[in-house]
């Protein structure tokens, strides 16, 4: 009889996920990992770890290490670190430019992120440089032109709904001695996987779909290469500059973790089933969404990602802030609160939160859509749209 989980290599994501990343707790046979609440590990009368490894919580805990490993296989990668928040995630990555670097971003993304690195590199003597990625003739020349030691992208971005060319940038960054790191927190791991297109970095705020219950913060790094110097930096930065998950959030994130392919599979479908009731609309003037065949990126999203398109998309109703105001105000089933990825839909009009650092169009509605029935959330915004 076997006393310790035999590896579950070779399933699929779907069944590495249900089993949270697989196996039992070896010290009491439990189907489900004990949450590890200790900060710090014993030694032994020769001074070394009794778990090699296992020093203080801060370097590592059993819960971080099968949560990562589930992550980076999901990712197609080797090696990933689990952070306190997406912003934390980000935080680790960019540091790895140093000061008198460039960094080019993707304009038009989660405005949290624009707003630390507009703070980080004024602060730091870092060059920061926005272009629209998603259209490749623009970061084709800002590249050549400036640079940059580090290219950030947001696939699809957020809330605009963009695709930029995860390939062909890759192919320009590695021609120009650039890290390629992609935030792929609007697609999941399970649709996207930008790593396995060329980027050397994949980062998801996990708070969204990874845990899918709008519970814990968190965030996570992926990479292919664990000996590059970007890694090493990252790995140091976690563990020196402290920005960890607590253990009862990485608790939460492998219990999320386990529902996460048929949550993904529901809330795909749901959003492209609203996305095309809203697409010919007379109260709407554009349904951003890549899984519609006239988004103008349809078919590189096809052609990168699989099985889906993701549960986020935007609208512009006809009017101004007014009208989407009301909209919102009308709706009953979705929620307006921020945030994405749960199980819950929500709406938020993002002029509100970041119309003093972007110049998001007034009437603007962002939409994550949960696991709800599809045809109550297509009522719902069938009935709030008579509002205007
Ligand atoms: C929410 C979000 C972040 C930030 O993550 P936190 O967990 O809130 O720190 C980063 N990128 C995208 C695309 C997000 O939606």
Not at 249 to 263: D, F, N, S
Not at 287 to 306: E, F, I, N, R
Not at 352 to 378: K, M
Request: aromatic residues 6%; hydrophobic residues 40%; glycine residues 8%.
């Amino acid at each position: 009889m076997s006393k310790s989980p035999r590896p579950n290599s070779g399933l699929h994501p779907d069944s590495l996920l249900a089993h949270a990343g697989g196996g039992f707790d070896p010290a009491t046979g439990a189907v489900v990992p004990p949450i590890q609440t200790a900060t710090t590990f014993v030694r032994d009368e020769d001074y070394a770890p009794i778990r090699s490894g296992h020093i203080y919580s801060r370097d590592s805990n059993d819960l971080y290490l099968k949560a990562e490993k589930l992550i980076a296989t999901l990712e197609d990668g080797a090696d990933s670190r689990l952070f306190a928040s997406g912003m934390a995630a980000i935080a680790a990555v960019v540091r790895s430019v140093k000061p008198g670097g460039t960094l080019l971003v993707q304009s038009g993304i989660y405005w949290g992120t624009t707003l630390f690195l507009r703070k980080h590199c004024a602060r730091n003597n870092i060059a920061l440089v926005e272009a629209d990625a998603s259209n490749f003739e623009s970061v084709h020349d800002e590249v050549s032109i400036t640079k940059p030691d580090m290219v950030w992208l947001e696939v699809p971005s957020n809330p605009y709904l963009k695709v930029a060319d995860i390939r062909r940038i890759s192919e320009l960054c590695k021609a120009h001695g650039a890290l390629l790191a992609v935030d792929a927190t609007a697609a999941t791991p399970l649709i996207l996987k930008p790593l396995a297109l060329g980027a050397d970095l994949v980062m998801h705020s996990a708070t969204k779909a990874l845990n899918g219950h709008s519970d814990i913060l968190g965030g996570v790094v992926s990479t292919s290469d664990p000996d590059s110097e970007a890694w090493r930096f990252i790995c140091e930065e976690r563990q020196i500059a402290g920005a960890i998950l607590g253990s009862f959030e990485a608790w939460l994130l492998l219990r999320g973790l386990r529902t996460l392919a048929l949550r993904v599979e529901r809330m795909n479908a749901n959003t492209m089933a609203l996305a095309k009731s809203l697409e010919n609309h007379p109260k709407i003037d554009a349904v951003l969404y890549p899984g519609l065949p006239g988004h103008p990126h349809h078919d590189l999203a096809k052609s990168q990602m699989t099985g889906g398109f993701g549960s986020l998309m935007s609208i512009r109703v006809k009017g101004g802030k007014e009208e989407a105001l009301r909209v919102a105000g009308s709706l009953d089933v979705f929620q307006r609160a921020t945030s994405l990825g749960g199980t819950e839909s929500l709406v938020e009009h993002r002029f509100t939160i970041e119309g003093d650092v972007t110049n998001v169009p007034e009437n603007l509605l962002r939409l994550s859509v949960g696991i709800e029935h599809e045809a109550d959330l297509v009522s719902d915004l069938e009935q709030a749209l008579t509002s205007i």
